[in-house]
Structures are given as structure tokens and as C-alpha cells.
Nanobody
Framework: QVQLVESGGGLVQAGGSLRLSCAAS????????MGWFRQAPGKEREFVTA????????IYADSVKGRFTISRDNAKNTVYLQLNSLKPEDTAVYYC??????????????????WGQGTQVTVSS
């Protein structure tokens, strides 16, 4: 089993920044792809970004490219999401997830096996 705990969410004005963290425990964390997804009220969960097990490569949703950055520190079993230039439409619950089937980075929620409880990000205009 893997446990994931997100933190760092909050209320921020448009144009501001936040840094989310996701701490992992349980099965070997550093071997797996990690991803961030988000879900706004009344909307489906959507992909935000994901990073390879080594941290050497990542993919981003078009809506966040150039504004968000994913990184990981395998020594600390933690993955980070830096959110810059935030917009009201970024308001959502942000979830981290880990993918244990295969080594490829994926944007599909179906491919991820373990999920955190989420952290709320609210961006005011």
C-alpha cells in the first residue's frame, strides 16, 4: 500500500503563487510515476501534470504549461507542484497520485493506482 498526503493549498489572489507538496509513504515511492490532477466543483477530474520516476521528464496539460512546474525529491519521498500566475479557473481540489503499472508517464486518471485526499486551491479574482 501507498499513502499520499497533499498539503500547501489555500486561498490566493489571481496572479499569485502556491507550492503544493505530496508526501508518500509505504511501498517504494521512488520507482513510480507521480501525477497531479484537479477537480473543480461540478466538473470531472482533469489531468494537470506528471513526472517520471527519475524526475527527468514530465508532461503538462496545455492549460497550465508555462505556469506550473512539477518536481520530486526521492530522498524525501515527496513530489511538489509549483503553481505560478494563478487564475480563478485554477480553483479546484488538487490530488496527487502514483502509477504502479508500467513506467510510462500518463495523463489518464485510470492509469494511477493510489490517490491522496486532496488539497483545496482557491484563486480569487
Amino acid at each position: 500500500q501507498v499513502q499520499l498526503v497533499e498539503s500547501g493549498g489555500g486561498l490566493v489572489q489571481a496572479g499569485g503563487s502556491l507550492r503544493l507538496s505530496c508526501a508518500a509513504s509505504g511501498r517504494t515511492y521512488s520507482n513510480y510515476v507521480m501525477g497531479w490532477f484537479r477537480q473543480a466543483p461540478g466538473k470531472e477530474r482533469e489531468f494537470v501534470t506528471a513526472i517520471s520516476w527519475s524526475g527527468g521528464s514530465g508532461i503538462y496539460a496545455d492549460s497550465v504549461k508555462g505556469r506550473f512546474t512539477i518536481s520530486r525529491d526521492n530522498a524525501k519521498n515527496t513530489v511538489y507542484l509549483q503553481l505560478n500566475s494563478l487564475k480563478p479557473e485554477d480553483t479546484a481540489v488538487y490530488y496527487c497520485a502514483t502509477k504502479h503499472r508500467g513506467w510510462n508517464i500518463s495523463s489518464r486518471a485510470y492509469d494511477y493506482d493510489y490517490w491522496g485526499q486532496g488539497t483545496q486551491v482557491t484563486v480569487s479574482s
